[in-house]
């Protein structure tokens, strides 16, 4: 890395303060000398990946994924409708455990769960001070070409109350039908219902007669008030109570945000806490407006949680066509991760870590916790940013091609039983050398920065111009970027950066400033 000065965007950025969210405590302090080489520090010049660029078991392996969120719909619907959504009802891994993000390996995973790791020099746009991003990557042996499921039985718990009428336990509805159509015969469905009363709706029932148990489903009926810990008290007492060779796990369907505050045995997070250690896991789905980052949060903190927005039919048909077998296959739990920098390198951010289970240790070291790690179509990972830790003066340090930014330590519980103790190097290659689970990663990560920042600017802050000038910064690297996978991504962000422009007062500018560069970032932008 070669030594010059900020451009003034980088300037500007750097001194905004650091989103508490998705920062570690104690990280917002401590700038690191400037850089040169703005290609280095942002090298988004980014065209639609290749096959190449896919490493060799991205095509036949299967990936894993952390518990907690697995989607950030609800964020995307409540921009799409012209709000600017509170920065607790997003979270990274939502965003992350959406899109692929493979890192290149030397030879297949042979075993239940693989972490690989990889580092590259690069900056983020909310933390300039950043050196070097890193990536811890999971996937699995499994074969997709091959794999199938243990049969499960699942206890669907649906809120019937006066709030689910209409649209809500229609989709709920379509959303158990849907379900139903991807069991198999020898998976088995029951069916809890609560309102001001809860009750065993539809015994536990082999998978065989189809249209009689769609004949129950379509016989749901909305009434009464919302009980959902007596619900959940049901669905869990049949969970125990029916043997079943398989997997068994609830499935929750409400509009509701479920009681994340108590941990007594009668609260949801008590309940939920108890069946973990029995083995009956639990997955929410939501169908309304009240979920958001804290109940992802809470819901990860629990062996066996997962959660699942859904504000269509749409996307709740195609997350279970592509998802259901990964969404109810638990892969580990447990996982306890030691995370130690390289010697003159300190920690400024993890990124896609459920829960809040982290704490400092020794050196500079951080200590983590996943409750459970899921299997996925799809690759998942952890990002860890890393900025210099000399002083003031001092040259930066610096860390040689192949070399490691940090180590990882890994120590956690196959679902099996096995207990696994691994290592793993986050070794640094060159941005253009880098795997696609890292190149998007950065993208995702600023995406996940930039965007709690502008909702913290904008709720708690009322800075509208400079929540604009976040996404404003954002959407003009999203103008340089074709990667396919990322369509999604540049509608969220353009839609945002439409409705904050017009709150700071910047509406009807042109998307692409004077020259074809942006006036904040100060990068070359694409003008169709």
């Known amino acids: ?42 090298p988004y010049k980014m065209a639609a990946p290749s096959p190449a660029a896919y490493s060799f078991s991205a095509d036949l392996e299967m990936g894993a994924t952390p518990g907690g969120a ?42 239940t769960l693989c972490a690989t790791g990889e580092a590259m020099a690069s900056a983020l746009l909310v933390q300039p001070e950043v050196r070097y991003l890193a990536q811890l990557g999971f996937s699995s042996g499994l074969d997709p070409k091959t794999f199938k499921r243990s049969p499960v039985h699942l206890v669907a718990v649906i809120d019937k109350s006066g709030s689910m009428s209409g649209q809500p336990l229609e989709l709920v509805k379509e959303s158990l039908l849907k379900v139903l159509s991807q069991l198999n015969p020898d998976d088995e469905l029951s069916i809890v219902l609560y309102g001001d009363r809860s009750h065993v709706y539809m015994q536990p029932t082999a998978v065989r007669d189809r249209p ?46 479920p009681n994340v505050g108590r941990t007594d045995a009668q609260s949801f997070m008590g309940m939920a806490r108890d069946a973990s250690r029995s083995g009956v896991g639990m ?36 997350v279970f066509e592509d998802e259901f077998d990964t969404m109810v296959t638990e892969l580990a739990h447990d996982m306890q991760l030691e995370l130690r920098p390289a010697k003159g390198l300190k920690i400024a951010g993890v990124y896609g870590i459920p829960g809040k289970a982290l704490k400092w240790i020794d050196g500079g070291a951080i200590s983590l916790s996943i409750e459970t790690i899921f299997l996925s179509r799809k690759k998942g990972a952890i990002y ?36 696994i103790r691994s290592q793993v190097a986050l070794t640094t290659v060159t941005p253009a050398a880098a795997s696609l689970g890292l190149v998007r990663g950065r993208l995702l990560v600023d995406q996940s920065t ?11 802050k009322n800075d509208q111009e400079g929540a604009y000038q ?19 991504e540049r509608t969220l962000v353009f839609n945002l950066e439409r409705t904050l422009a017009k709150l700071s007062g910047h509406a009807g500018e042109p998307s692409s400033p004077v020259a074809g560069i942006d006036r904040i970032s100060g990068l070359p932008l694409r003008t169709n």
């Open 283 to 318: 997955t929410t789905v939501g169908v309304g407006v009240q979920f958001g980052a804290e109940l992802a949060t809470a819901i990860s903190s629990v062996r066996g949680g997962n959660l699942f927005f859904f504000p269509d039919a749409q996307k709740m048909q195609k």
């Open 70 to 111: 697995q989607d950030i719909s609800y964020f995307r619907d409540r921009v799409a409708a012209g709000e600017v959504p509170h920065a607790n009802t997003f979270t990274p891994e939502g965003l992350f455990s959406e899109h692929d993000l493979p890192l290149t390996t030397r030879s297949k995973c042979t075993q």
């Open 470 to 488: 976040a996404v404003h910064t954002l959407a003009s690297i999203y103008r340089q970027t074709q990667d396919p996978t990322l369509a999604d």
């Open 1 to 42: 890395m070669r030594l010059a000065h900020r451009s003034p965007a980088l300037r500007l950025l750097s001194g905004l303060a650091l989103c508490a969210q998705i920062l570690l405590p104690g990280l917002a302090d401590g700038r690191s000398p400037p850089r040169d080489d703005k290609e280095e520090r942002h």
């Open 384 to 419: 860890i940013a890393l900025s210099s830790d000399t002083g003031p003066g001092l040259p930066e340090t610096q860390v040689a091609l192949g070399a490691a930014v940090a180590n990882v330590k890994l120590d956690y519980r196959e679902r099996a039983g096995q207990q």
């Open 450 to 460: 930039s965007l709690t920042r502008a909702a913290t600017l904008h709720h708690e």
């Open 212 to 257: 009689a148990i769609a004949r129950q489903i379509q016989g749901i009926a909305s009434a009464g008030s919302t009980n959902m810990e007596e619900g959940l008290a049901v669905g869990f007492s049949l969970a125990s109570a029916h043997k079943f060779a398989g997997t068994t796990r609830v499935m929750l369907f409400t509009d509701e945000r």
